[in-house]
């Protein structure tokens, strides 16, 4: 089992920073691929970032490339994720979420995730 809390978001306005954090309980987590979803008012959760168990291949969806950046500290079974460069319509409620599997790269299917965190709200105003 492996239990998932993320930092808290917050409010910041379009082109400033927030780094997430998603600590995870459970003696699996450097076993673990995990990733980054969101889910905005109105639309389907999707793909925001992802992250091989040995932080050696990562995955962005085209709308967070170059501004945001994941990564992870297996010794503080921490997963992160800088964004940098915000806009407005990166408001959403953010999931961290870990695969059961060692997947040896990234994974971008939300299926693929067996553990999801309780999201945290980040608000961009413009």
């Not at 995870?24 to 992802?50: H, I, L, N």
């Not at 953010?94 to 999801?116: D, H, I, M, N, S």
């Amino acid at each position: 089992q492996v239990q998932l809390v993320e930092s808290r978001g917050g409010l910041v306005q379009a082109g400033g920073s927030l780094r997430l954090s998603c600590a995870a309980s459970g003696r699996t987590f450097g076993s673990t691929a995990m990733g980054w979803f969101r889910q905005a008012p109105g639309k389907e959760r999707e793909f925001v970032a992802a992250i091989t168990r040995s932080g050696g291949s990562t995955a962005y969806s085209d709308s967070v490339k170059g501004r945001f950046t994941i990564s992870r500290d297996n010794a503080k079974n921490t997963m992160y994720l800088q964004m940098n460069s915000l806009k407005p319509e990166d408001t959403a409620v953010y999931y961290c979420a870990a695969t059961k599997l060692a997947f040896t790269t990234a994974q971008v299917e939300p299926g693929r995730y067996v553990y999801w965190g309780q999201g945290t709200q980040v608000t961009v105003s413009s």
